[in-house]
């Protein structure tokens, strides 16, 4: 059902019964290695290609969602993915592997929250009862796609992000016990002229900010109703300048209740510059740390912000700005589902 | 878009860049430049070390010991860069690291190890010197300048 202008409101509460983290070697020192549900020690997966690694870790995560959920992969109707690989071939061949019905997503780091808004429609409007939804990235593939070879000795800018090694999937279904979906924010992409893709954080934040008013006028609340907003990847910059463009729009949000995922996945020691990032930034962080405490119900009510900046290799050579995106759902432990 | 809402968005986007850069961390210039200079002279130190080991102990001179030396700090670097520690040095060394010849075997040497994965020919052979193929371009052309405007001069001039 349509909420505001630009909200989608879901009524049949689909629920997000399980998930399946899994996390490379950097993150298993991070923060959150408590969350993962399992860490690989070596990035390479032993398979051929980083990228081939990352498939890997798909399907691994997605098994473990399926398994932990009890429900087999013929019972899956739809799985809704995507990553940041050239026209998500990792995404697609995890796709053949599990074997479902599958529709790719291509926002980059937005995916994760774009996915679950996506699943969440599918069961609202009953042409799905079991949904996957998730994503996936790892860092050296994406270095090697978006900037330089892993082993180049470039030095990179404080205002830099570390792409996250990992992948996490949630399965969405119609009856079930788990955290609810409750309300999905579809971004518009916002593009404000900056071009220097080793600030990204700068870049996403309009949108992320976009996506925050919009959300909160269209749900008639206050940021004060969650009790935690977060935002996929706009790291130390972008979290700073999206806090000052809130404030200039007069959302009064609170900063011990708002945070970002790739300020969360990392330890302060771990040299990641201004934070981590990445399709996985997010989705680890809510498909592991945020669902163990919404289902012990240390908290109640998430909105998740994920953001993407949506440039190429190639439109940053010939010189384009990046445009960006951000898509937000609720999570809420709801009162009458465990 | 009319004149005005192009006007608009135009004075957002300088709005936005202000704001932005008010919030932009900044390279540190001095710290990068004494670090750079402590990291790159220590290689050129290690070079000379290399130099003088090949004139003292070989039949080199000072002049032809200059190969070998490149040769021993490429191979140097490989390994480096091989078990995965070039990146981590230059990320604290910054252009101490670029500068010397062992910056321009790493950026060959990383593009090969990257493309393995396409095989030799498409992958290693094409990418190799996806970094370090500008160097040579400018370089030789650079030369051919050089030579060409000396030439002019001592030759057809006369200087």
Excluded at chain 2, 103 to 123: C, D, K, M, P
């Amino acid at each position: 059902m349509k909420m505001g202008q630009h909200s989608w409101q879901f009524t049949s509460n689909p629920a997000l019964i399980s998930t399946g983290v899994v996390g490379g070697p950097f993150e298993a020192n991070g923060k959150l290695k408590e969350d993962f549900d399992h860490l690989y020690d070596d990035i390479w997966l032993e398979q051929q290609s980083f990228e081939k690694a990352q498939q890997k870790m798909m399907e691994d995560a997605m098994t473990i969602a399926l398994n932990k959920g009890n429900i087999t992969k013929e019972k899956i109707d739809l799985l809704f993915s995507g990553d940041l690989i050239n026209q998500i071939t990792p995404t697609t061949f995890a796709a053949h592997t599990i074997g479902t019905q599958f529709i790719g997503l291509s926002s980059a780091c937005a995916t994760s929250a774009q996915s679950l808004a996506l699943g969440s429609l599918a069961i609202e409007s009953n042409v799905a009862q079991y949904v996957l939804c998730g994503t996936a990235s790892h860092h050296a593939a994406t270095e090697r796609q978006f900037r330089y070879p892993t082993e180049y000795g470039g030095q990179k800018p404080p205002t830099a992000q570390w792409t996250v090694t990992g992948a996490g999937f949630g399965l969405l279904a119609t009856n079930g016990q788990g955290p609810a979906i409750t309300t999905a924010t579809i971004g518009r992409v916002i593009d404000l002229d900056v071009t220097d893709p080793f600030n990204m954080g700068a870049a996403m934040a309009p949108a992320a900010v976009d996506t925050i008013v919009k959300h909160l006028a269209d749900r008639q609340v206050s940021p004060s109703y969650y009790d935690l907003i977060i935002t996929g990847d706009l790291g130390k910059i972008g979290r700073s300048i999206s806090i000052e463009l809130l404030h200039e729009k007069g959302v009064q949000i609170a900063e011990e209740n708002y945070n970002d995922c790739g300020l969360m996945v990392y330890e302060d020691e771990q040299l990641v510059q201004a934070g981590g990032s990445g399709t996985a930034c997010s989705a680890v962080v809510t498909f592991g740390h945020i669902y163990q405490l919404l289902t012990k119900r240390t908290i109640q009510r998430v909105l998740l912000v994920a953001t993407g900046s949506l440039h190429s290799p190639l439109s940053v050579q010939q010189k384009d700005s990046i445009p960006c995106i951000a898509h937000a759902v609720s999570i809420e432990a709801k009162e009458g589902i465990q | 878009m009319s004149k005005r809402s192009v006007q608009q968005s135009e004075n957002k986007k300088k709005q936005y860049n202000t704001l932005q850069q008010k919030h932009e961390v900044k390279r540190p210039i001095v710290k990068n430049c004494i670090k750079a200079f402590l990291i790159g002279g220590t290689i050129c130190l290690i070079g000379q070390f290399i130099a003088t080991f090949y004139v003292h102990f070989f039949d080199f001179t000072e002049k032809t010991a200059s190969n070998p030396t490149v040769a021993t700090l490429i191979i140097i670097t490989m390994f480096l860069t091989g078990f995965g520690l070039y990146d981590h040095i230059g990320q604290f060394a910054g252009a101490g690291t670029a500068v010397p010849v062992t910056g321009f075997a790493n950026a060959v040497i990383s593009s090969a190890i990257e493309h393995r994965s396409e095989g030799f020919i498409l992958g290693v052979g094409t990418n190799m010197l996806k970094l370090a193929g500008p160097v040579i371009v400018y370089g030789v052309f650079s030369a051919f300048l050089i030579a060409f405007i000396r030439t002019l001069l001592t030759k057809w001039i006369g200087f």
